[in-house]
């Protein structure tokens, strides 16, 4: 014997005089609220700044109300142009129910395409941060179904099973579907609470969502795609279960065959579209992403970025381009002391900034430079070890330290003058390689009387007391 089974709320609309408040639009409010504010804090963790998602959101939620109400007119038109019960300007009232989810996102990405567009952001990286927070917001919306005891299933005996009561509106028609009605207690069936299904698997594949990006680092429009496949294998599950009127095909409700089409599109472009995420500015349109870096904004920067993940449909130069945009930004940051956000993303700026590029005045070179002209500093390092005898001829520029600052020529340089096979051709001509007196020992040029000794420790030389080789002034 079942003890209980889960009750339907007896009314979904109350009033506060002549103002009606609808349980359906609460609950659609609140999952816009919490979506935005979640949304937010996505997007800003990505790189992107505060209000923005506000800002695309203004063009997005309208457009998502139409398409969904254009897509349960369109599945659902005997209801309102056949023998159905309703009228047709009986379509133009929101307020009495009726949205269908695909018209929703598939309109609402087109609103949120304007919005981002006018704002500069890319859509598919801002996708991938929405869209947890989109699913949890259908979720929320889910709560409005239960209160217009609508989207139900077939009857059914188990313990969870949910009571649909008769409801009795004001001009006394009693009908189950009646939205602005009261119950008057008389249960009607017990059916599968499917609404409650739905909004239990949007929930699970929000986690899925969230440990995924936090995993893998997908981007570029993958996780909305993941997101979207995800919800389209849990309607399917319960548009087989639903019982309620609906437009079929061949004998099976529409939503089935919109739920496998969508779900074709969006498993294709998650398996196609290119791997790895949006890197700093990128999430931006070039234009943007200009304003933005002369504010100083560096955006997101991923630690675990891995080059091998990233887009492999870019041409070389393309690849070369966003490298050395990522490196200058990155050795602008730490030249400016910016505070790193943790120290993961501290040492990978340190270790870009040691290999970036920089020009004479010691600023980074970008991707705007040439590539002909970036030497490393571990080039210039190289270079003065094998041609030891270039780099000393001028050894204040070569070291970047002079002699000044340890009182020993050329030891900066790690090798001095080991590497001469000429002693002779250099000893012979000491004034011609150090035309003026050395200021680091603070005596004149001094040249080691053996030539020999010179080759192997030249620096020796610059030490040795003058007054003990009087011949050589």
Known sequence: MVLAYLPSPPEGVWHLGPVPLRAYALCIIVGIIVAVWWGNRRWKARGGQEGEVLDVAIWAVPFGLVG????????????????????????????????????????????????????????????????????????????????????????????????????????????????????????VAIVHPTFLYELLWNVLVVILLVVVDRRFRIGHGRLFALYVAGYCVGRFGVELMRSDPATHIFGTRINVFTAVLVFACAAAYFVLAPRGREQGLEIYHPQRAEELEELGVAGYVDDRYDADTADTDDTDEDRDTDAGTRRGRAARRVDTDEAADSPSEAALAAAIARHTPRTDDGEPLTAESSTDDWVLESEIDDTADSNPDVVDSTPDDADGTADVVDGTPDVADGTADVADSNPDDVDSNPDDLDSTPDVADGTPDVVDSSPDVADRNSDVADTTDPDEHPEHH
Do not use: C, M
């Open 68 to 187: 969904g109400r254009l897509y349960h007119v369109a599945t659902d038109w005997q209801t309102y142009f056949g023998d159905g019960p309703k009228e047709p300007i009986d379509a133009l009232k929101i307020w009495d129910g009726g949205l269908g989810i695909w018209g929703a996102v598939l309109l609402g990405a087109l609103g949120a395409w304007i919005g981002a567009r006018r704002h500069g952001i890319r859509l598919p990286a801002f996708g991938d941060a929405l869209a947890p927070a989109i699913l949890l917001a259908q979720a929320i919306g889910r709560l409005g179904n239960y209160f217009n005891q609508e989207l139900y299933g077939r009857e059914t005996t188990v313990p969870w099973g949910l009571k649909i009561y008769e409801r009795v509106d004001a001009n006394g028609v009693a009908d189950p579907g009646l939205i602005s009605g009261t119950s008057n207690g008389h249960v």
